[in-house]
């Protein structure tokens, strides 16, 4: 049965807008929504999940962050659904509904910033907020067909935003167009407005693309032109990461069962990222909401309810472990990527899954993403998800990513390769 494409039904709406509008607000004239983990004064969060808006309060005060894009001249339309308790990359919420992906209306928006998403790609607003812990802005980008930025960890403001897992949460926030992209970038990052610096090197990860399920002549040479075309042939160099991983973050041997290691489908190294991410991830989670779960016992969905049991009863084993994988990760990718390099990976292996799935079967699915995911996750570097048109009628993209604190630099990438990528799209979609 067809779905009936409301697309703004996922959305709380308001109006909030800068007290003094200029002409010359750099986001003047603009739209945006924010995800419902951000505060709005007046506005209880819910946080996707009713039993917690039940057992909160309305904000007293308005997250920096959404004060920052109204300063810009932006005028914020409404708040958007999300998945519970931001756990999931899904998504699907039982409670408030599904945000009706506008690219593919039988598949799963992406999560835990689904709404956000949906009203940037479903041309509700120019631009949205959302939050990205382990993929919440990267997965919906790609799964809804427009632009997603993750940020360094640490370089947006947090505050007055729920966090979920603080050694991973950042704020970031889409757009379909990369100007309108790069000028919220600058409003949220607070950087100058620079000249843009050509890449030293774009690396392409080939292990990782190998991992992908998409056609490498409709994601990795799709960028590879265009690059080439830009920049020229002598920038694009090649690497097996999984293997640079291994034998550069020497913790990780803390996180590589035997089960990994046998597993067909996935790189060990970066399966055994994902394992300390999501460890490190459970603990904190544990830490900021194991009391209030086991008091409220909230109405939770199939897969989150599972995932946020799990993290409470966690025993926080091997966590000294999960912050030198964080520290030897970052050291290790700055000193390959260097100031001006760029690393290439699929946003994620595969097109959105159907609505609806069984969580048991998405979790080979999601091991494969977290891989990938975990790559910026633990190292605190910058992503930005960029689509690619179309494959076999489902939206695909690929990533970039930078060393922390680069992300200007990386913005400005988006902004130069943004028009070939778009020529190489049509040209393979031929």
Request: proline share 7%.
């Given at each position: ?47 996707g999940?009713?039993d ?31 998945d ?10 039982i409670h ?25 790609g ?17 997965v ?17 403001p947090?505050?007055g ?19 309108i992209?790069?000028?919220?970038g600058h ?6 407005v ?22 490498n002549?409709?994601?990795g ?23 640079f ?7 990780l041997k ?27 991830e ?17 109405d ?10 799990e ?8 966590i ?9 990760l ?18 994620v ?7 609806q ?5 998405l ?9 990938l995911?975990?790559i ?15 494959h076999d ?8 990513l ?17 028009d070939?990528?778009?020529?190489q ?6």
């Amino acid at each position: 049965m067809a779905r009936d494409l409301d697309y703004g039904a996922f959305m709380d709406k308001f109006v909030i807008e800068t007290t003094s509008p200029s002409r010359d607000q750099p986001l003047h004239g603009l739209t945006c929504a924010v995800k419902d983990i951000f505060d709005v004064e007046g506005y209880v969060t819910g946080f996707g999940n009713p039993d917690w808006a039940r057992t909160h309060s309305a904000a007293t005060s308005t997250a920096p962050a959404v004060l920052a894009v109204l300063r810009g001249g932006a005028t914020c339309v409404g708040k958007t659904v999300m998945d519970e308790m931001a756990y999931s990359i899904n998504g699907e919420n039982i409670h408030y509904g599904t945000p009706i992906n506008p690219c593919a209306p039988d598949r799963v928006p992406g999560g835990s910033s689904s709404g956000s998403a949906v009203a940037v790609g479903a041309t509700l607003v120019d631009f949205s907020l959302g939050t990205d812990t382990g993929g919440s802005v990267r997965v919906p980008a790609s799964y809804c067909g427009i632009l997603g930025f993750r940020p360094s960890h640490d370089a947006v403001p947090s505050a007055g935003v729920i966090p979920l897992a603080q050694s991973f949460d950042t704020v970031g926030w889409f757009a379909r167009d990369p100007v309108i992209l790069s000028r919220v970038g600058h409003i949220l990052l607070q950087s100058p407005v620079t000249n843009p610096v050509k890449p030293s090197q774009i690396i392409i990860a080939e292990d990782c693309f190998q991992l992908s399920g998409i056609p490498n002549d409709r994601l990795g040479q799709v960028l590879v032109k265009s690059v080439e075309k830009i920049y020229g042939d002598h920038i694009v160099k090649h690497t097996v990461l999984g293997d640079f991983v291994e034998d550069k973050v020497p913790s990780l041997k803390h996180f590589m069962s035997t089960e990994i290691k046998e597993q067909q489908y996935n790189i060990p190294s970066l399966a055994a990222l994902s394992n300390a991410m999501r460890s490190l991830e459970r603990y904190e989670f544990k830490d900021n909401y194991g009391e209030w779960v086991t008091t409220v016992k909230p109405d939770l969905g199939p897969g989150i309810s599972e995932r946020v049991w799990e993290a409470v009863r966690t025993t926080g084993e091997n966590i000294d472990a999960c912050h030198s994988v964080k520290t030897e990760l970052n050291a290790a990718l700055a000193t390959l990527l260097q100031d001006f390099g760029i690393l290439a990976i699929p946003t994620v292996p595969e097109p959105p899954p159907k609505l609806q799935t069984d969580p048991k079967t998405l979790e080979i699915f999601r091991a494969k993403a977290f891989s990938l995911l975990s790559i910026a996750g633990v190292s605190g570097f910058c992503q930005v998800s960029i689509p690619l048109g179309m494959h076999d009628n489902l939206p695909i993209a690929v990533s970039l990513l930078a060393k922390q604190g680069s992300d200007a630099f990386l913005l400005n990438v988006v902004e130069s390769l943004y028009d070939t990528l778009k020529e190489q799209v049509e040209i393979a979609e031929k």
